[in-house]
């Protein structure tokens, strides 16, 4: 592979720690791109009405998957760098598995919010299509219940809701003597586009990690990937727990934190 003729002439040394300090670097610059985003977020949503919705069943399967294979990858990397090749490659066919399982509920989860109002909304504005994370009309007039499946938020408080009239009120306007349902509603949620950056980001991460982990899965099983190199795998499990890290802090920053 042309890869790895950059490396002749140098030894396993040279090698090894190239591979691992390009990986840490994908780390790091993705890392500082989902600060930004984090950032963006928060300043943006000053002063915003936002869903709040609680974490699809689909999500906390997720988050079981991504931590058993991150195990299991653990497994596959320590059995075959001491030369335990049959149980190496057991434990990283149980890696793949668990890995297509992890996207599976992915998918699932995000189906699971997209069918009750929640998920991207675009709309045309004067500087092109604005992407937003999530619609406050479209899952007000869904058949989601408010209060049960969602509920709106104005600096971390949700509004009140009057089911028999269909209104949403202050959270402080305990009487609820005035409705603010059309100032919602018509509410631009400018932070929601950072939040979908935040996402695509992450399926896109995943995808890759998907991809990685097939391409390692393949080099295992054919015997490229040895005791004697263990490298690759040393740098796709510095992706693959990151991924796990990455989703778990995405999972409580849209369901628990803001």
């Not at 058993?68 to 990397?77: C, K, P, Q, R, Y």
């Not at 709309?123 to 937003?132: C, L, P, V």
């Not at 919602?184 to 586009?193: D, I, P």
Request: with cysteine.
């Amino acid at each position: 592979m042309m890869s790895e003729r950059v490396f002749e002439g140098h030894g396993p040394e040279v090698r090894n720690r190239t591979k691992t300090m390009l990986m840490y670097f994908v780390v790091f610059a993705v890392t500082m791109l989902f600060a930004g985003f984090t950032s963006a977020y928060i300043v943006s949503n000053m002063g915003q009405f936002w869903v709040h919705v609680p974490a699809p069943s689909m999500f906390w399967t997720s988050n079981v998957m991504i931590a058993l294979s991150s195990a299991s990858l653990w497994w596959a990397t320590r059995a075959i760098r001491q030369g335990q090749t049959q149980m190496g490659s057991v434990a990283m066919a149980l890696t793949l598995l668990l890995g297509i399982g992890f996207t599976l509920t992915q998918a699932e989860g995000w189906k699971q919010l997209t069918a009750i109002g929640m998920g991207w909304d675009t709309s045309e504005t004067e500087s092109g299509t604005a992407f937003r994370w999530n619609s406050l009309e479209a899952i007000y007039e869904s058949s989601a219940v408010y209060g049960e499946d969602y509920d709106i938020r104005f600096d971390g408080q949700p509004l009140l809701h009057d089911a028999a009239r269909g209104e949403l009120y202050a959270s402080d306007d305990a009487l609820m003597v005035q409705p603010i349902t059309t100032k919602v509603l018509q509410s631009s949620n400018s932070g929601g586009g950072y939040i979908w950056a935040l996402v695509m980001t992450h399926i896109l991460h995943l995808v890759f990690g998907l991809i990685y982990l097939v391409v390692n899965g393949i080099r295992v099983f054919t015997g490229v990937i040895h005791k004697g190199d263990t490298v690759r795998l040393k740098a796709l499990g510095i992706y693959w727990h990151f991924l796990g890290l990455l989703w778990v802090y995405l999972f409580a920053f849209l369901f628990c934190l803001h």
